[in-house]
């Protein structure tokens, strides 16, 4: 491997989830988008990937220090996946494991589905806050991470050239 290979998959897979997470907590301190459960989900890969990522700039050797940036990168892609469920979510493509999906209220007493729709936290996993250009941020988080861990995977599987 290339060392200019290996410096650079070390920085993105540290640089990459600090400026995703500061659009989230931007997005969310500065424009009053609410995390559901699942962005949440999405957010602990990150956090991950940022202290095994630092790590690598600080342990010696050369072996652990790939190692890190590797587990990194697999973080990183986690919180991709992670987005890509999230948003299938958002789309309706399948349902949510939470209960921060709105329930269907076609069944049960009106008691029933009230006592449901009570229950429901405030912030649905299945609507989402903001999109571009029909993307929402679980489906950008997925494009970003998935895309990300790829380029950190190849930048430290390139070879060096003769």
């Known amino acids: 491997m290339s060392t200019e290979s290996f410096r650079a998959a070390r920085w993105l897979a540290l640089l990459l989830p600090v400026a995703l997470m500061a659009g989230a907590w931007g997005s969310q301190l500065f424009g009053g988008l609410i995390p559901c459960e699942m962005c949440h989900w999405q957010r602990w890969p990150h956090y991950s990937a940022i202290v095994i990522a630092a790590l690598a700039f ?10 890190l940036v590797a587990l990194a990168a697999l973080a990183i892609a986690t919180s991709g996946a992670i987005g890509v469920f999230h948003a ?12 921060c999906s709105l329930p269907p209220a ?21 609507v989402p806050q903001w999109s571009l250009f029909g993307i929402s941020l679980a489906g950008f988080n997925a494009l970003f991470s998935i895309a990300g861990g790829i380029a950190i995977w190849a ?5 060096r050239s003769a």
């Open 58 to 67: 600080v342990i010696p050797g050369d072996g652990p220090k790939r190692i």
């Open 88 to 99: 299938g979510v958002e789309y309706h493509w399948w349902q949510g494991i939470t209960a």
């Open 106 to 126: 076609t069944s049960g007493t009106p008691d029933e589905m009230l006592a449901r729709i009570l229950s429901t936290p405030v912030i649905a996993c299945d």
């Open 155 to 159: 930048l430290l599987l390139r070879r």
